[in-house]
């Protein structure tokens, strides 16, 4: 499985006539050592199961004010990492949320393995240096150096992102409601086959402009 591979086919052929939303949180600081991520949901339609792609970005440039014009600060989606976060991903993400466990795994993270690289997701609930919860992606290809980028929510942020997983675990599983004629006979289900977690580097989300927060 490809995870860009399988973004291009959740977006469908008609994606330059439609939008989909994405939830983003921007977290630049002073030093240039921020970062961001999006999540874009993705229901459950026809063999293919529901998800949620994450997608992270380091902080590229610090935003300045000089002269009364105000830069903003960039985010290297160039160099993004994306995940597809399965609802077994998603349910150990809430545990974290939700207070049931104060990590991933106690630590470990979530692993996505590809022929060319694994990533690491990572989500943790710390007190110090300042209460908040770590999510961050580390890729290490098989040739070349590893990448790492992530974010630390606030509690508030936190709150309404477990609220925005769980609202979409309907659609992530059974897809999106349909009205089926009376006397249309239905479709015979079709078993889906089991496959192993993979990930590839980026997925060509696309923006108007992808450098800007």
Same mark, same amino acid.
């Given at each position: 499985?490809?995870?860009?591979?399988?973004?291009?086919?959740?977006?469908?052929?008609?994606?330059?006539?439609?939008?989909?939303?994405?939830?983003?949180?921007?977290?630049?600081?002073?030093?240039?050592?921020?970062?961001?991520?999006?999540?874009?949901?993705?229901?459950?339609?026809?063999?293919?199961?529901?998800?949620?792609?994450?997608?992270?970005?380091?902080?590229?440039?610090?935003?300045?004010?000089?002269?009364?014009?105000?830069?903003?600060?960039?985010?290297?989606?160039?160099?993004?990492?994306?995940?597809?976060?399965?609802?077994?991903?998603?349910?150990?993400?809430?545990?974290?949320?939700?207070?049931?466990?104060?990590?991933?795994?106690?630590?470990?993270?979530?692993?996505?393995?590809?022929?060319?690289?694994?990533? =690491?997701? &990572?989500?943790?609930?710390?007190? $110090?240096?300042? /209460? %908040?919860?770590?999510?961050? #992606?580390?890729?290490?290809? +098989?040739?070349?150096?590893?990448?790492?980028?992530?974010?630390?929510?606030?509690?508030?942020?936190?709150?309404?992102?477990?609220?925005?997983?769980?609202?979409?675990?309907?659609?992530?599983?059974?897809?999106?409601?349909?009205?089926?004629?009376?006397?249309?006979?239905?479709?015979?289900? =079709?078993? &889906?086959?089991?496959?192993?977690? $993979?990930?590839? /580097? %980026?997925?060509?989300?696309? #923006?108007?402009?992808?450098? +800007?927060?």
């Amino acid at each position: 499985m490809n995870d860009e591979k399988d973004y291009q086919t959740a977006i469908g052929a008609d994606a330059a006539e439609s939008y989909r939303p994405r939830l983003s949180y921007y977290h630049p600081n002073g030093r240039g050592t921020g970062g961001a991520v999006q999540f874009e949901l993705h229901p459950a339609h026809g063999s293919t199961d529901g998800s949620i792609f994450a997608t992270f970005a380091r902080q590229k440039t610090v935003g300045t004010h000089e002269g009364g014009v105000r830069t903003f600060p960039r985010f290297d989606w160039s160099n993004r990492i994306c995940v597809k976060l399965d609802m077994s991903d998603l349910m150990q993400i809430l545990q974290v949320f939700r207070g049931i466990q104060e990590s991933i795994a106690d630590g470990k993270g979530l692993f996505h393995r590809s022929a060319s690289a694994c990533t =690491v997701v &990572r989500l943790e609930h710390r007190i $110090e240096p300042q /209460p %908040g919860y770590v999510f961050e #992606a580390c890729r290490k290809p +098989l040739e070349g150096e590893p990448s790492r980028a992530g974010v630390v929510f606030t509690a508030a942020e936190a709150l309404g992102l477990s609220l925005a997983i769980e609202q979409s675990m309907d659609v992530i599983a059974f897809g999106l409601p349909m009205l089926i004629p009376r006397g249309v006979q239905r479709q015979a289900v =079709v078993s &889906r086959p089991q496959v192993a977690h $993979e990930t590839e /580097p %980026g997925c060509d989300i696309p #923006a108007d402009d992808p450098d +800007l927060f």
